[in-house]
């Protein structure tokens, strides 16, 4: 059964920084595309960042120049180091894998930003 699992999520103040992993139990990782997405209380799932598996990354608006996706295929490991964090990026940030038809959530981990 495959598993993704995110972690780092906790309570940090303004400006401060958190680096987000997900583990993923896939066996063919290094042929997903790999995703991060937030939910703030009250809200939609919103888009964060995204990587291939050719490493091409992208971000959306309101992160960019902040907040940074990586992957280690050897580790079967997708991470985001978040830096310089507000109170508007609080949410349950959850990972997703793609590949073809095949399509995988983790559970999510939460980031509080206090202002």
């Known amino acids: 059964q495959v598993q993704l699992v995110e972690s780092g999520g906790r309570l940090v103040q303004a400006g401060g920084s958190l680096r987000l992993s997900c583990a993923a139990s896939?066996?063919?990782?290094?042929?997903?595309?790999l995703a991060w997405f937030r939910q703030a209380p009250g809200k939609e799932r919103e888009f964060v960042s995204v990587?291939?598996?050719?490493?091409?990354?992208t971000y959306s608006d309101s992160v960019k120049g902040r907040f940074t996706i990586s992957r280690d295929n050897a580790k079967n490991t997708l991470y985001l180091q978040m830096n310089n964090l507000k109170p508007e990026d609080t949410a349950i940030y959850y990972c997703?894998?793609?590949?073809?038809?095949?399509?995988?959530w983790g559970q999510g981990t939460q980031v509080t930003v206090s202002s």
């Open positions: 997703k894998a793609v590949f073809g038809i095949n399509i995988y």
């Open positions: 896939l066996r063919t990782f290094s042929n997903y595309a």
């Open positions: 990587i291939s598996r050719l490493c091409v990354m």
